[in-house]
Antibody
């Protein structure tokens, strides 16, 4: 089973950029479709982006399309989220999450990291 | 995008109660629905996938049912560790939308 640890969060000004990382260990990272999910303070969960095993399929929520870029490096067992043109409404805890390893195109998220906080404020 | 609507938003219950949470999808998602439990300051934890399949390690007092557009999560006998917020999530499409959450509080 994979373990996930996010890093890279912090305080950034509106319009700024930040790059989040998610380090995987304990299993074969390259076997998992990966996702970013965020949660604004006191709010619910919002799916942000997903990337397939070999990066052939990449999807974004409308709220981040054109501003965020998801990527992965299977050789480094790492997932990334490059966040540009940040807005106050992007303030949230960002979780990386892996999907169950099945034959399905999409599946439930069975492993989550502990999250990293991103605060966008002047 | 598919919209997911949970009810109720908040539920007050006592230890030992049977609890049911409902999740409705804006269009059919077959059985591609998951339920998660989240406690304050923690990451979500997968309970149920494919509408009714219990994730490994999850107590059998949790169960899920439904298909198409209407789904339920049932806790057969509420335990102290179950007071938390519960989310449904559809994965019929690439946009994996979540419900708004149901907070289960102590009565």
């Amino acid at each position: 089973e994979v373990q996930l640890v996010e890093s890279g969060g912090g305080l950034v000004k509106p319009g700024g950029s930040l790059r989040l990382s998610c380090a995987a260990s304990g299993s074969t990272f390259s076997s998992y479709n990966m996702n970013w999910v965020r949660q604004a303070p006191g709010k619910g969960l919002e799916w942000v982006s997903s990337i397939s095993i070999r990066s052939g399929y990449i999807y974004y929520a409308d709220s981040v399309q054109g501003r965020f870029t998801i990527s992965r490096d299977n050789a480094k067992n790492s997932l990334y989220l490059q966040m540009n043109s940040l807005r106050a409404e992007d303030t949230a805890v960002y979780y990386c999450a892996s999907e169950k390893v099945t034959a399905l195109v999409y599946d439930a998220f069975d492993i989550w990291g502990q999250g990293t906080m991103v605060t966008v404020s002047s | 995008d598919i919209q997911m609507t949970q009810s109720p938003s908040t539920l007050s219950a006592s230890v030992g109660d049977r609890v049911t949470i409902t999740c409705r999808a804006s269009q059919s998602i077959s059985s591609w629905l998951a339920w998660y439990q989240q406690k304050p300051g923690k990451a979500p934890n997968l309970l149920i996938y494919k509408a009714s399949s219990l994730e490994t390690g999850v107590p059998s007092r949790f169960s899920g049912s439904g298909s198409g557009t209407e789904f339920t999560l049932t806790i057969s006998s509420l335990q102290p560790d179950d007071f938390a917020t519960y989310y449904c999530q559809q994965y019929d499409t690439y946009s994996r939308t979540f419900g708004q959450g149901t907070k289960v509080e102590i009565k």
